[in-house]
């Protein structure tokens, strides 16, 4: 038996969940004397992929690395934001410590060198948010809600993603709405318990008659956000409809979207590091700090047009975003026809503080807080997917031919101006200090001056990207052997400006113009085999490419005078997919090299790097009973190839561990549902010369679910358990690191019709 002490450790109290739950399903599969056969398909290896497949067939028909997790999933998880779905899908690396948005995404294998989602690109109904998942300040995530509108996630880890869609070489993230395809709704209301929190969330959806259905859902919330704020931070809601038609050759469908929401951002904190080791500074909780002190003034910028902004840095995370959609699947004379267009208007502002030192290693009363503060003037985009396919049968074998047009236009417009303000090393109750650490309601430095002034700029580029694929399909027999081509090809057109520091305006001798192409061409090739039913091989070869957007500009001459760098991954998969009785089980060995640039706004630094990774992905789930276990575990081996940085080379990548997992066991008797969710990564270094270690960590998510009847539903859920103190980031040089928030529990009341 663990010891009282072993059992204050959070993955073995967990552990001990799981053993409790699997042996009460074991009393309870004995005591019956004739229990039904257990499911054959808990990781539903027969559904069928959408997502980066040029075939609707299932998994196990594919060779393809994929997860889905439904809506019941999605709501055991414990997750409160759409990045911390992610973190419960084998393979996939999800940093949701900022917040609602600009999280850090990544698959196994590929660096996670930059914020956002470089590599990998996230879908709502197979279209992208964003063209980019790297634009700094505006990540794809930033545009994203999670709610009781999404009927199921998809995640696709390399594979096709580098031909079926764009800049998505490591994976794709595909969050796939309701369309009304069953009659009937919910409402629930959640409540925070240990903070302010109300939020609403509704949806309904069925069919109208003739062929014709709709859904609508949304959500409206306010409160404090993922920490103790104690300020309404967190207030907004998004609204989605569809309507969809369906005859004989096919349907058709509109769809709408309306988000109008704004969260806080938690950035790093200070921290100091000793021999390696981050230690925390006195006053200064990094799970719970919060530095947009309730005393911090109205901040006021320099707006793109030459006047100033002013803007209340408690709206964090502002977006605003409409969209309306348009798509299509038609049977025409053999053709199976597929077309998706979405046009949306994106905008908002990113305000956050960002520790500019850690006062002197905490031995002063205050720090200096550079406030990001960011507006997010245009993030418009237009998008079209036009897909084509012909089926062929032969003697003994079926051919499936494959080709598509993507459009996709991206306006990327921000204006940036930092003011400094001094705070006092108070995490919950912080106070604007002056340069004596006596109250004041003034910036100690204005965004002229701000590190010498690097940082005030406005830009807008238009960017235009055509990619025309192509892709074949051969089955024979228990054999499927398929390739793709994508050509992607790029034009950027638009400038940069950047401040004059002494006199106050927009510099127009420092424009910039940018008019450049580029373009790559990306292929993958794939096989797999069934030896049965219940098991089969694939095996995965593929080349894709990332092209950078406002990363680039303050680099090189981007006038097309000297070559635009792109950022490219070559991949090897290999894998295998067995179930038996309750037991699936998915393991897919990797190889992946990529080679990259990246500018980093906290540091001003240009990197540019090959990384070569190796290891073993593990996703399986077992259901005995009312005991049902999702699990997952990646393994990984990566160092730095090549960098104009000659200290890291040989050495492990930042933020990367060797081993990740997940652990979700859930166990039901009668009327109450109980379960967990388990967060695990090995230790890590916080930069790139791995100097600075970043611990190992268990973050255990739990739920309580009580049916009243079938209609009626009471919950309870805590949002890291343990308060376990996990860091995903810190800067090179140890003075700030950010970690996920501490335990936050809630209370919801869901009422189905």
Known sequence: MPSQKQLRSPVLRATALTLACLALSQAQAQEAAAAAEAPRDALKLDQ????????????????????????????????????????????????????EGNANITVRGVPLSAGGSRYVQIQEDGLPLLLFGDIAFGTSDQFLRADFNTERLEVLRGGSASTLASNSPGGLINFISKTGKEQGGTIGLTAGLDRKLWRVDADYGGSLGNGTSFHIGGFQRVGEGGRPTGQDVEKGGQIKANLTQKFDAGYVRLSLKALNDKTPSFMPVPVTVSKGKINTIPGIDPRTAFFIAPGLPADQTFNKDGGTTSSDPRDGLRVKSTAIGFEAGLD??????????????????????????????????????????????????????????????????????????FYGRQTVAQTW????????????????????????????????????????????????????YAAATVELGALSLDGSLRRDEQKARGYTL????????????????????????SYSLGANYAFNKDLAAFARLSNGVSFSADRLLYGNPL????????????QVEAGLKWRSQGLSLFATFFNARSKESNYEVTTQRFTANKYEASGLELEAAYQLGE?????????????????????????????????VYQLSPSYSFGAVDVGAALIGSGKSYGDDANTITMPAYTIVNAFVNYQFNDKLQLSLSANNLFNTLAYTEIEGDGHAARAFNGRSLRAGLKYSF
């Open 48 to 99: 069928v992929v959408v997502t980066g497949a040029s075939t609707r067939t299932s998994k196990m028909k594919q060779s393809l690395s994929v997860s889905s997790l439904d809506a019941e999933q999605l709501t055991k998880t414990g997750a409160t934001n759409a990045a911390e779905l992610l973190r419960s899908v084998p393979g996939l690396r999800s940093e949701s410590s900022g917040g």
């Open 332 to 405: 025409l004379a053999g053709f199976q026809v597929e077309e998706k267009f979405r046009k949306t208007s994106n905008s908002g502002r990113f305000i956050a503080m960002f520790p500019a030192d850690n006062g002197n290693n905490g031995a002063n009363k205050f720090f200096t807080g550079t406030l990001f503060n960011t507006s997010l003037d245009n993030l418009d985009n237009t998008f079209n997917d036009l897909k084509v396919s012909k089926a062929f049968q032969g003697n003994g074998f079926k051919t499936t031919l494959v080709g598509g047009l």
């Open 417 to 468: 101006f930092w003011n400094q303000y001094n705070l006092s090393m108070d995490g919950e109750n912080p106070q604007v200090v002056d340069a004596n650490g006596k109250p004041s309601s003034l910036p100690v430095a204005t965004g002229w001056q701000t590190w010498g002034g690097c940082c005030t700029r406005t830009f807008k580029v238009d960017y235009t990207q055509t990619s025309p």
């Open 498 to 521: 950047s401040g004059d520091n002494s006199n106050k305006v927009w510099d127009v001798a420092s424009k910039k113009n940018v008019d450049y192409k580029v373009a790559h061409t």
């Open 559 to 570: 006038d097309g005078s000297v070559p635009i760098s792109v950022n490219e991954i070559d």
């Open 627 to 659: 005991f049902r276990l999702a699990a997952g575990a990646t393994f990984t081996d990566a160092k730095i190839k090549a960098s104009n940085d000659a200290a890291t080379v040989g050495k492990k990548p930042r933020r990367q561990a060797d081993f």
